[in-house]
């Protein structure tokens, strides 16, 4: 169950990443030209950023949690996790494609 474990942590810590350039891109477009489509961008990418920010954290950081995370959570449920994870980091992979092009 391990390697799931440490591929959902990377999966999350590419997407922090991604989130942090996706997000200073769309902030920037929505300070030149303040238009709702570049500020909805950005309040997608901080929330998703939250969302993948304390995942990390409970990878991570959290002792208790990532304990249990680690040992008492069925490899069923860290597949599911795990491919969740991966499928974000693949779109947003694209989003930071088509953004960045």
Same mark, same amino acid.
């Given at each position: 169950?391990?390697?799931?474990?440490?591929?959902?942590?990377?999966?999350?810590?590419?997407?922090?990443?991604?989130?942090?350039?996706?997000?200073?891109?769309?902030?920037?477009?929505?300070?030149? @030209?303040?238009?709702?489509?570049?500020?909805? =961008?950005? !309040?997608?990418?901080? #929330?998703? +950023?939250?969302?993948? *920010?304390?995942?990390?954290?409970?990878?991570?950081?959290?002792?208790?949690?990532?304990?249990?995370?680690?040992?008492?959570?069925?490899? @069923?449920?860290?597949?599911?996790?795990?491919? =969740?994870? !991966?499928?974000?980091? #693949?779109? +947003?992979?694209?989003? *930071?494609?088509?953004?960045?092009?």
């Amino acid at each position: 169950m391990s390697i799931w474990f440490d591929v959902a942590r990377v999966a999350s810590a590419l997407n922090v990443l991604l989130l942090l350039g996706l997000a200073s891109v769309w902030a920037r477009n929505y300070l030149e @030209i303040r238009s709702k489509y570049p500020l909805g =961008l950005l !309040v997608f990418a901080v #929330l998703l +950023l939250a969302e993948n *920010a304390l995942a990390l954290y409970i990878y991570l950081v959290d002792p208790t949690l990532r304990d249990w995370f680690t040992t008492d959570v069925p490899a @069923i449920a860290w597949r599911a996790m795990m491919l =969740l994870h !991966v499928l974000e980091t #693949l779109g +947003l992979l694209f989003l *930071a494609w088509i953004t960045f092009d």
